[in-house]
């Protein structure tokens, strides 16, 4: 059975920062693709980044570029979004997915977890 939960969400103001991981089990983690996605209220699930199964490449939604990095430790089985800079456009709940093959940036994965709040307050 896979599972992917995430954790690190919670509630910071404006400029902060917050590092979310995701810790995967019942796969073989470093055949996988990992992504992070957000969805605010009203809105669809959008890819915000994405990391090849080495960890060799990273891709980032335009939204996020420079401020969010995506990173992996395949010994541990863990995904991380280290996120900073921080803006109240920001808050949604954050889900990370994994798959074995396709662009890490299309939306179509094969499981994902459960998610976490981020709230940032302005």
């Known amino acids: 059975q896979v599972q992917l939960i995430e954790s690190g969400g919670g509630l910071v103001q404006a400029g902060g920062s917050l590092r979310l991981s995701c810790e995967a089990s019942?796969?073989?983690?470093?055949?996988?693709?990992m992504g992070w996605f957000r969805q605010a209220p009203g809105n669809e699930r959008d890819f915000v980044a994405g990391?090849?199964?080495?960890?060799?490449?990273?891709y980032y939604a335009d939204s996020v570029k420079g401020r969010f990095t995506i990173s992996r430790d395949n010994a541990k089985n863990t995904v991380y979004l280290q996120m900073n800079s921080l803006k109240p456009e920001d808050t949604a709940v954050y889900y990370c997915a994994a798959k074995v093959v396709g662009n890490p940036m299309a939306p179509r994965y094969d499981y994902w977890g459960q998610g976490t709040q981020v709230t940032v307050s302005s």
């Open positions: 019942g796969l073989t983690f470093s055949y996988y693709t």
């Open positions: 990391i090849t199964k080495s960890g060799g490449s990273g």
